[in-house]
């Protein structure tokens, strides 16, 4: 399938957890941003390469051959949300941010993540 502008649309960018990871990703960066200069090879990287890790396991999942294989990358990408949320706990800690901000988007991502993994194993048996 092609845009007007011959992009070429693919399947993960239909899916809405897709594009909302993309919108937390955007958000780690503008939070990183502040971070002390010392975090910019250590958490901030870090951070930055486990957010970035959630759309794209999205994204390769939905181009494998098979259902089992996307579940699989939409696992991965929950582990990565799940390593996110524990590295922004840690920046808290530290006193890089005042509150985990984007703690609802999140749980949104989460949520969805979950709920298409739900669907995919009712399709897949």
């Known amino acids: 399938m092609r845009r007007k502008s011959g992009e070429i649309l693919r399947g993960h960018k239909n899916l809405e957890v897709w594009r909302e990871s993309i919108k937390l990703v955007k958000q780690v960066y503008k939070i990183t941003v502040g971070f002390p200069r010392e975090e910019l090879y250590a ?6 390469r486990s957010a970035i890790s959630i759309p794209s396991n999205i994204a390769e ?3 494998r051959n098979s259902k089992k294989e996307f579940i699989q990358f939409l ?6 949300l799940s390593e996110l949320e524990t590295q922004l706990v840690i920046a808290k800690e530290l006193g890089y941010i005042k509150d985990i901000e984007i703690s609802e988007q999140i749980e949104k991502v989460f949520a969805l993540l979950s709920g298409l993994i739900r669907q995919q194993k009712k399709i897949n048996n």
């Open 43 to 48: 958490l901030t990287s870090q951070m930055r």
């Open 61 to 63: 999942g939905a181009a």
């Open 75 to 80: 696992a991965i990408a929950r582990g990565s």
